[in-house]
Structure formats: structure tokens, C-alpha cells
């Protein structure tokens, strides 16, 4: 079946510009995720939608991250008037359940961002 | 603190080795522990993934090896061969979102 995916899956932005990436999660999956990875970096939790509630924001690293799934699948994270330190692969990953039922994620291959 | 500790950073094993990965968590309330292998361009792929009540899983040539005590557990590749030469990135979560604490990651590279 088809798996989680990004797009695009690359983007290069002006200092200052704002970027919209874009995640469609495997069908049916409740939970969906946004992590960062920085070059040679693991993956470091962004945000936590639960269907269309957004459950956990912690890691959004400011206020110029907003992320929405509006309708409980697909979802968008914004950043606003980027810096060069936004550049990284940007992550969105999917799971069947919520909370304990289930943790598999499920990554899709992820937006690299690159601002310059 | 939640923190994911990985080691070493990267392994060098011949074909047919074992390959061998550590990890190590500070926070008692994480509940459970995959480990992913990420190629480079894609991202992160679900390998194999353990909960607390168990000591040990195994899925084909994949084991993980878990001490609750200790707070460690490891990932073992029997019979390493060039197509598992990857990144591997051991996580941990816990509570009701179930975000992910990734390690620092492990390059991996098995010589033909």
C-alpha cells in the first residue's frame, strides 16, 4: 500500500521567504508526526497531531513553526520568514493508533530544506 | 532527562559479522524502544522494535537485546552483509503521544 509522503521533496528558500511542506500519512492513520533532522543528526520531534487536534507542540524550536491538519489527515508545517538555521530534512511520519495502542511510526522520505 | 545515548558512532564489520549497536536512556517512564535504518535520501525505515516486559526480540538476521536494570539495549545484526551498510537510529517514547527520542545515529558500514 502506499506509504507516507512528502512534498516537495526538496526546497530551497530565500532568507527571510516563508515554505509550506506538505505530509500525506498512510490512510486511515490517526497520529501523525513532524520531526527535524539536521545534517548527520537523528530526528528530533517537531509536533503531535492526534486527527486534527494538535496534542504536543514542545518541539517547535519558535514561533515562526505553525503546523495544522486541518481535517485529520493531511498536514502542513509553515515556517515563517526562514534562516539559515531552518535547513534541515524536515520529517513527517504516521500511526494507525493514538496514544498507547500503538507507537509504530511510519517516516515518509522527507523534505529537505536548504535556505540560503 | 529525555535523553537517547548511541554508540559508537560508526562500526566497520566484514561480510558474514556481527554488527553491534548501543544504547543507553536516562527517563525509567520510556516504554518502548525500535530501531530504525535509514539510507541516505530517505527516511527513517522501522526495523525491528521491543517493549519493556521482554528481554530479547528477534526478527530474522535483527535482535534486540534489552536490560531494563541497566537501562540499555543494543541491536545486533547476525550475518552482516553490503546491503544493511546504512545509518541505524535507536529511539525510546513514552506517554500518551508516543513522540520519539532518537539516539545520535550509527553508520554502518559492512565490507564485501
Known amino acids: 500500500g502506499a506509504g507516507v509522503s512528502q512534498s516537495p521533496r526538496y526546497k530551497v528558500a530565500k532568507r527571510g521567504q516563508d515554505v509550506a511542506l506538505r505530509c500525506d500519512p498512510i490512510s486511515g492513520h490517526v497520529s501523525l508526526f513532524w520531526y527535524q533532522q539536521a545534517l548527520g543528526q537523528g530526528p528530533e520531534f517537531l509536533t503531535y497531531?492526534?486527527?486534527?487536534?494538535?496534542?504536543?507542540k514542545s518541539g517547535l524550536p519558535s514561533d515562526r513553526f505553525f503546523a495544522e491538519r486541518p481535517e485529520g489527515s493531511v498536514s502542513t508545517l509553515k515556517i515563517q520568514r526562514t534562516q539559515q538555521e531552518d535547513s534541515a530534512v524536515y520529517l513527517c511520519?504516521?500511526?494507525?493508533?493514538?496514544?498507547?495502542?500503538?507507537?509504530?511510526?511510519?517516516f515518509g522520505p522527507g523534505t529537505r530544506l536548504t535556505v540560503t | 532527562q529525555q535523553q537517547v545515548k548511541q554508540s559508537p558512532q560508526s562500526l566497520i564489520v566484514q561480510k558474514g559479522g556481527i554488527s553491534i549497536i548501543n544504547c543507553a536512556y536516562e527517563n525509567t517512564a520510556f516504554d518502548y524502544f525500535p530501531w530504525y535504518q535509514q539510507f541516505p535520501g530517505k527516511g527513517p525505515a522501522l526495523l525491528i522494535a521491543?517493549?519493556?516486559?521482554?528481554s530479547e526480540k528477534k526478527e530474522g538476521r535483527f535482535t534486540i537485546s534489552f536490560n531494563k536494570s541497566a537501562k540499555q539495549f543494543s541491536l545486533h545484526i547476525m550475518d552482516s552483509q553490503p546491503g544493511d551498510s546504512a545509518t541505524y537510529f535507536c529511539a525510546a517514547s513514552s506517554g500518551n503521544t508516543g513522540k520519539l527520542i532518537f539516539g545520535q545515529g550509527t553508520t554502518l558500514q559492512v565490507k564485501p
Open positions: 521491543i517493549r519493556p516486559d521482554v
Open positions: 497531531f492526534q486527527n486534527e487536534a494538535q496534542l504536543d
Open positions: 511520519a504516521s500511526s494507525l493508533g493514538a496514544g498507547t495502542v500503538t507507537y509504530e511510526q511510519y
